[in-house]
């Protein structure tokens, strides 16, 4: 036994017992840091840890701004609605008797698969695929802890049975999901005003991820084409946040005390979007997609011929954007994706056409740019012309015709000839066209707009189809020419006030919620000296007059008795597209042209330009001229007089003080006829005022 007392043996353990000594002072001075450190410098940090169990804060979504017509009525609005918000792996802990509590401190858990199950079987889907995406959803979810820990909306615009099922059901999936009360947007137009307003969608990952600093997040809804996409940095608000008071299950208490209520952080308002007023008028947009409603596809645009506002902007068929807020079956998307009337597009500015007769008011105005050209100089029409061992034919003989006779009666073979002598080469034609907005997007901004083509004899050579008949064909609007139903009524617009060129506008204003002006758009023409010569123009105003007014004129037979209207047909010779081989839809015949008519009215001061195009519909005076008459009639059938009578036409001086104003002058054969009101035809150079029209197909 050793014995403590001995001196040696204590000069041993003093060491160890001052090492044991330090020890401990360490280990309680390490408490107490600890123990000051929670209480002190960070007690504000578990004081807020502590409020959250039983305080809740949610994001609260901003009104989405409204969209109206010019006259204030609603295209897109806002309905209540509810959304699913789901969490994969959510915190919770199990209660003794077996429940589920929601908790801080609970551990992390994904969703089992019986209460996926479960969730599942109380929506109602559309389809299988509808089911299968959202299976993939929840799965994809439970698989990536980073996001599923995230509440991220799961189902939009619950139906009111979804609602009752889900909220029958919330004990057993209440960790994991949450329903909010929400808005989803209403088109009351629906297709009407379709592709003008556009339609919201989910926001793509890819966006998400681009546009971090814009407070997005998953599942949020923004807008997918029209306004909605273009304005969308106006139309979305900002998020506001509300606090509540919650119990162990995280279910808001409407009873809560006040000592809890007070402890709340403060809310923030949400900023609502702001409202967008268009340059649209409903009521002519309807008339003009009721003029459509026998059409199985086409397109009318009606402009303000000295603004560029659009008035009216429709394309047939369409899809009513409310259908895109709830889930679409497949297989009504793939009959929309695989259909040739092709609803998906806008067929005014995103689909561009051969625009036959109705360019060569272009080639007209290339040639008079050229000092050698006599516009009076006359020549003889004898249905086609030859040139390079290939013959080119017209609709019929024409006869004797000069410049003016030739946009009149719509006369290709005057055209073909200006082609042959060069002056309307490729590059004569192509800076002019390009002058005059074709060629090019017209500025308007919204749903992929596409450029359309002017040919240049590098084009043709770059695609292989260069060939000495192709400035023929590109003269009266065939070939590689192609444009817009847009672009075109840029295009007349400029005749029609004088050769500016505009940029289209469809917002007409901006404001905030409460009425305060954000934006205002101001017409921008693009040039600040008119592209056009004023005598070129009057002298292809005339011609334009005559192709509705002169009883050989091309239009003549839809002309209004109320009002003089200036325009163009066209009939646009297509090939038949292989790729719709084997689709038989009544009524849709790919053999038959696309048919045109561009008008502005009233002719001696416009005030509007309509453009209408009708797919596979035949010849332009038939088909596509009785569309823009009734667009036309509608906006300015209100300037008829008192009396009834018609105003004037073109050139017809008014009546001498106390003599009364003299009868129409009715060409033969036209007596009886209800419209022979409209004023009589217009003479040109070297023709006869009575001589009748010239039979054959019009353009």
Same mark, same amino acid.
């Given at each position: 036994?050793?014995?403590?007392?001995?001196?040696?043996?204590?000069?041993?353990?003093?060491?160890?017992?001052?090492?044991?000594?330090?020890?401990?002072?360490?280990?309680?001075?390490?408490?107490?840091?600890?123990?000051?450190?929670?209480?002190?410098?960070?007690?504000?940090?578990?004081?807020?840890?502590?409020?959250?169990?039983?305080? /809740? =804060?949610?994001?609260?979504?901003?009104?989405?701004?409204?969209?109206?017509?010019?006259?204030?009525?609603?295209?897109?609005?806002?309905?209540?609605?509810?959304?699913? +918000?789901?969490?994969?792996?959510?915190?919770?802990?199990?209660?003794?008797?077996?429940?589920?509590?929601?908790?801080?401190?609970?551990?992390?858990?994904?969703?089992?698969?019986?209460?996926?199950?479960?969730? $599942?079987?109380?929506?109602?889907? $559309?389809?299988?695929?509808?089911?299968?995406?959202?299976?993939?959803?929840?799965?994809?979810?439970?698989?990536?802890?980073?996001?599923?820990?995230?509440?991220?909306?799961?189902?939009?615009?619950?139906?009111?049975?979804?609602?009752?099922?889900?909220?029958?059901?919330?004990?057993?999936?209440?960790?994991?999901?949450?329903?909010?009360?929400?808005?989803?947007?209403?088109?009351?137009?629906?297709?009407?005003?379709?592709?003008?307003?556009?339609?919201?969608?989910?926001?793509?990952?890819?966006?998400?991820?681009?546009?971090? +600093?814009? &407070?997005?997040?998953?599942?949020?809804?923004?807008?997918?084409?029209?306004?909605?996409?273009?304005?969308?940095?106006?139309?979305?608000?900002?998020?506001?946040?509300?606090?509540?008071?919650?119990?162990?299950?995280?279910?808001?208490?409407?009873? !809560?005390?006040?000592?809890?209520?007070?402890?709340?952080?403060?809310?923030?308002?949400?900023?609502?979007?702001?409202?967008?007023?268009?340059?649209?008028?409903?009521?002519?947009?309807?008339?003009?997609?009721?003029?459509?409603?026998?059409?199985?596809?086409?397109?009318?645009?009606?402009?303000? !011929?000295?603004?560029?506002?659009?008035?009216?902007?429709?394309?047939?068929?369409?899809?009513?954007?409310?259908?895109?807020?709830?889930?679409?079956?497949?297989?009504?998307?793939?009959?929309?994706?695989?259909?040739?009337?092709?609803?998906?597009?806008?067929?005014?500015?995103?689909?561009?056409?051969?625009?036959? &007769?109705?360019?060569?008011?272009?080639?007209?105005?290339?040639?008079?740019?050229?000092?050698?050209?006599?516009?009076?100089?006359?020549?003889?029409?004898?249905?086609?012309?030859?040139?390079?061992?290939?013959?080119?034919?017209?609709? +019929?003989? +024409?006869?004797?015709?000069?410049?003016?006779?030739?946009?009149?009666?719509?006369?290709?073979?005057?055209?073909?000839?200006?082609?042959?002598?060069?002056?309307?080469?490729?590059?004569?034609?192509?800076?002019?066209?390009?002058?005059?907005?074709?060629?090019?997007?017209?500025?308007?901004?919204?749903?992929?707009?596409?450029?359309?083509?002017?040919?240049?004899?590098?084009?043709?050579?770059?695609?292989?189809?260069?060939?000495?008949?192709?400035?023929?064909?590109?003269?009266?609007?065939?070939?590689?020419?192609?444009?817009? $139903?847009?672009?075109?009524?840029?295009?007349?617009?400029?005749?029609?006030?004088?050769?500016?060129?505009?940029?289209?506008?469809?917002?007409?204003?901006?404001?905030?919620? /409460?009425?305060?002006?954000?934006?205002?758009?101001?017409?921008?023409?693009?040039?600040?000296?008119?592209?056009?010569?004023?005598?070129?123009?009057?002298?292809?105003?005339?011609?334009?007059?005559?192709?509705?007014?002169?009883?050989?004129?091309?239009?003549?037979?839809?002309?209004?008795?109320?009002?003089?209207?200036?325009?163009?047909?066209?009939?646009?010779?297509?090939?038949?597209?292989?790729?719709?081989?084997?689709?038989?839809?009544?009524?849709? /015949?790919?053999?038959?042209?696309?048919?045109?008519?561009?008008?502005?009215?009233?002719?001696? &001061?416009?005030?509007? =330009? =309509?453009?209408?195009?009708?797919?596979?519909?035949?010849?332009?005076?038939?088909?596509?001229?009785?569309?823009?008459?009734?667009?036309?009639?509608?906006?300015?059938?209100?300037?008829?007089?008192?009396?009834?009578?018609?105003?004037? !036409?073109?050139?017809?001086?008014?009546?001498?003080?106390?003599?009364?104003?003299?009868?129409?002058?009715?060409?033969?054969?036209?007596?009886?006829?209800?419209?022979?009101?409209?004023?009589?035809?217009?003479?040109?150079?070297?023709?006869?005022?009575?001589?009748?029209?010239?039979?054959?197909?019009?353009?």
């Amino acid at each position: 036994m050793i014995d403590l007392r001995q001196q040696d043996d204590l000069r041993e353990l003093r060491p160890r017992f001052s090492g044991m000594v330090l020890a401990v002072f360490v280990v309680f001075s390490a408490l107490m840091l600890r123990l000051c450190q929670l209480q002190v410098l960070e007690g504000d940090h578990y004081a807020r840890r502590a409020e959250r169990n039983f305080v /809740d =804060v949610v994001d609260v979504e901003a009104p989405r701004g409204h969209i109206f017509d010019i006259k204030g009525r609603s295209l897109a609005s806002n309905r209540p609605a509810y959304t699913l +918000h789901f969490t994969a792996w959510a915190r919770f802990t199990v209660a003794p008797d077996g429940g589920i509590i929601p908790t801080e401190e609970g551990v992390r858990t994904p969703i089992d698969e019986a209460s996926r199950d479960l969730l $599942v079987s109380l929506f109602d889907f $559309v389809d299988d695929a509808d089911r299968a995406e959202m299976l993939a959803k929840l799965e994809e979810l439970r698989a990536d802890e980073q996001r599923g820990r995230y509440a991220q909306i799961l189902r939009r615009n619950l139906s009111w049975n979804e609602y009752a099922r889900i909220e029958a059901r919330q004990d057993s999936l209440d960790p994991w999901i949450e329903i909010r009360e929400s808005s989803r947007r209403f088109y009351p137009e629906g297709e009407l005003t379709g592709f003008v307003t556009g339609h919201m969608g989910n926001i793509a990952r890819e966006a998400l991820e681009r546009s971090d +600093h814009l &407070s997005y997040r998953p599942g949020d809804r923004v807008g997918q084409t029209g306004i909605e996409r273009q304005w969308e940095n106006y139309l979305r608000g900002r998020l506001g946040s509300r606090s509540r008071v919650v119990d162990a299950a995280r279910r808001e208490v409407t009873a !809560a005390s006040a000592e809890a209520v007070a402890a709340l952080p403060p809310d923030r308002d949400p900023i609502p979007g702001q409202d967008i007023y268009l340059t649209l008028d409903l009521d002519l947009q309807r008339v003009a997609r009721e003029s459509l409603e026998s059409k199985l596809a086409g397109a009318v645009v009606a402009l303000e !011929a000295d603004t560029g506002r659009v008035l009216a902007m429709v394309s047939v068929p369409g899809i009513d954007p409310n259908r895109y807020e709830q889930p679409i079956p497949v297989e009504q998307w793939r009959d929309w994706s695989g259909s040739p009337l092709k609803p998906f597009i806008d067929k005014t500015v995103q689909e561009h056409f051969f625009p036959g &007769s109705t360019y060569k008011v272009v080639s007209a105005l290339v040639a008079l740019a050229d000092p050698e050209f006599d516009p009076d100089a006359q020549f003889e029409c004898t249905g086609s012309l030859v040139f390079g061992g290939r013959r080119f034919k017209d609709t +019929h003989v +024409h006869g004797r015709v000069d410049l003016e006779r030739a946009i009149v009666e719509s006369c290709n073979t005057y055209f073909f000839n200006l082609a042959v002598q060069s002056t309307l080469s490729l590059e004569h034609v192509a800076p002019i066209a390009r002058a005059l907005g074709l060629g090019e997007r017209s500025g308007l901004g919204i749903n992929g707009e596409v450029k359309g083509t002017i040919p240049t004899e590098e084009f043709e050579a770059r695609e292989g189809t260069y060939q000495g008949g192709v400035r023929l064909n590109s003269a009266i609007g065939q070939g590689n020419v192609k444009v817009t $139903v847009m672009q075109l009524a840029v295009l007349y617009a400029a005749i029609a006030n004088g050769g500016f060129v505009l940029t289209p506008y469809l917002v007409d204003r901006i404001e905030t919620n /409460d009425g305060k002006l954000v934006l205002s758009t101001q017409p921008q023409p693009r040039n600040e000296k008119p592209a056009i010569n004023a005598v070129d123009r009057a002298r292809i105003h005339r011609g334009l007059v005559g192709v509705v007014n002169d009883a050989a004129g091309t239009a003549y037979s839809e002309r209004l008795p109320n009002v003089v209207v200036a325009g163009k047909t066209g009939t646009a010779q297509v090939g038949r597209d292989i790729s719709e081989a084997g689709i038989e839809i009544e009524g849709w /015949d790919t053999t038959q042209d696309h048919a045109w008519f561009a008008a502005y009215a009233p002719a001696e &001061s416009p005030r509007i =330009v =309509v453009v209408a195009v009708v797919e596979h519909g035949g010849t332009g005076a038939d088909a596509a001229a009785p569309i823009v008459m009734k667009v036309i009639d509608h906006y300015v059938g209100s300037t008829t007089s008192a009396s009834g009578v018609a105003p004037r !036409a073109p050139g017809v001086p008014p009546p001498l003080p106390g003599r009364e104003e003299a009868p129409p002058v009715v060409a033969p054969g036209e007596r009886g006829n209800a419209r022979d009101s409209s004023g009589p035809p217009l003479p040109g150079p070297g023709r006869s005022k009575n001589r009748p029209a010239t039979p054959g197909r019009p353009h």
